[in-house]
Structures are given as C-alpha cells and as structure tokens.
C-alpha cells in the first residue's frame, strides 16, 4: 500500500498551521539536521585521517556551526516546550503563549551564540 | 468558563509499545536537560568564564568531550577528560542515540506506510541504533 495524500503540496504550503505549525516543521528539520551532523561527527572521529579531517574543517567553519547552533538549540528549547506540554496536559490551552515564549527564549541565546560565532570567525 | 480538557490520563490511556515510546522520548529529553546542565555547570567550574565563549561552552555542553574545548583557552585538558565527563559523555550518547533513532523511526512512518516497509526501517534503525551507541562510547574512552 502506497502512501496516498489528499491534499497537494501547493495545499500543503497554504496550511495556515502558524506559529505551532512552524515549530513543527523546523523541530523537524532540526532533528535531521542534527542526526546527519553528528552521525558523520562520530563516523569522522572514528575513520579519522584525511576523511576526518576534511569533515572536520566543515564543522569548524563558522556558516556551518550557525546552522547546527540552529538545528541544536530549537530543537532543545521547543523540544522542552513540547515535554512541558505533554507532561501537564492541562497547560495545553495556553499552547500559542506558550509558542511565543519559546520565541522569546530562543531568539536571545540563538542570537548570541550567533553573535559569537560571528565575531570569533572575524577575529573580533 | 474554563475550556475543558480534551486529554485522557495515562492509565485510561493504557501503556502499549507506542505510548511506551512517546513517553521514553520525553524522559529522555528531560534526561539530556539534565546531563546538558550538568555539563555546563561542570565546565563554568572548572573555568570556562574565564577560558571559553558561549558557543564553546555550549558545544561542550551538548557532548562533554575534551576534544570540544581543545581549540579553546583552557591550559591543561585533564580536569575535562575524567572518569565522570566520559561517563556524562557515554550517558548523553546513549539517551540521545535513542531519542534521536525513535525521532527518525517517527518521520519515517509519516511517509512509510507500508508493514513491510516500516518493519525494514525499524530493523535498519535498531542496527544503526547499536552501531552508533558503541562507536560514540568507544570514541569517548579512547579520545
């Protein structure tokens, strides 16, 4: 039995889901993200030589580390969001606040760790 | 009028295999909280306000491995490649490699539907599982 959806992609996209909608989806593309990295992480480390080595400059560059501080810190903060949530059902009604909250969280130590990133790649 | 809840408590829930792996996937998640912490305090103690930047200490904290502040100021990388830090290690490794493995399984299943197709991707996910387990503890004890 194939997979069979009854809605387009062009549907798909117009899906007004909002704001937890989105969390959904970049939790998701976070956890690939980060099951990619660190599976090569470990392969690399492992392997190690000139394999290792150029997967490790990869890692190291400073485009990279943003998009995995990305992947790793929402997962983490809307992942705490989601336990939250599941563990005190009751909190569910409040589950757009609770979005926003984790906005709030994440933007700040995102933006921070991006900040450092940024100017330690600049020689700041 | 307060909204009335929609959701059943865990014992009128049951607890088969799926529900078994919902709430294993959280505790681990709180397990991983908790480990993070552990490793962030532990590197804050040890110096890391003086000798490391945010994205060092965070990277530190997300697998406390002495290879991760290598490139940073810390003078001597002993007190970061304890017994305890490769257990911290081995620990965050292995709830992370299960929640991580189940997340996988969990995306997979939206887009394979099939009982054969999802019996393959559970035993490639088990084996896959295992592999990483013991190469990221191995790697822990002999970095």
């Known amino acids: ?124 | 009028m307060a909204e009335k809840s929609k959701t059943l408590p865990l014992s009128k829930r049951g607890l088969n295999f799926e529900m078994f792996m919902w709430l294993v996937t959280r505790l681990t998640a709180l397990a991983m909280y908790a480990l993070i912490l552990f490793a962030i305090i532990g590197a804050l103690v040890m110096g890391a306000r003086n000798q490391m930047n945010l994205a060092d200490v965070l990277r530190w904290g997300f697998m406390p491995n002495s290879t991760h502040v290598q490139s940073t100021d810390v003078p001597d990388l002993a007190p970061w490649s304890t017994s305890l830090w490769r257990l911290a290690g081995s620990a965050l490794v292995l709830v992370a490699t299960a929640h991580g493995v189940h997340g996988l399984v969990a995306i997979a299943d939206d887009y394979i539907v099939s009982p054969r197709g999802r019996g393959i991707v559970r035993f490639i996910s088990i084996v896959f599982m295992l592999a990483m387990m013991g190469i990221g503890i191995y790697i822990l004890w002999t970095s």
Not at chain 1, 15 to 34: A, C, D, E, N, W
Not at chain 1, 35 to 53: E, K, M, N
């Open chain 1, 1 to 124: 039995m194939g997979l069979k959806r009854n809605v387009s992609l062009a549907t798909a996209l117009r899906y007004k889901g909002q704001g937890p909608m989105l969390t959904f989806v970049l939790h998701r593309i976070g956890g690939l993200g980060m099951a990619v990295f660190v599976t090569l992480h470990i392969l690399a480390s492992f392997v190690g030589g000139d394999i290792g080595q150029f997967l490790n400059a990869i890692y190291e560059n400073w485009a990279f580390q943003i998009l995995v501080f990305f992947c790793a810190l929402f997962h983490a903060i809307n992942g705490l969001r989601i336990t939250i949530l599941d563990l005190f059902p009751k909190l569910l009604v409040h589950l757009r606040e609770a979005v926003w909250v984790e906005w709030a969280v994440f933007i700040p130590i995102y933006g921070l760790a991006v900040f450092v990133i940024l100017t330690t790649a600049l020689g700041g």
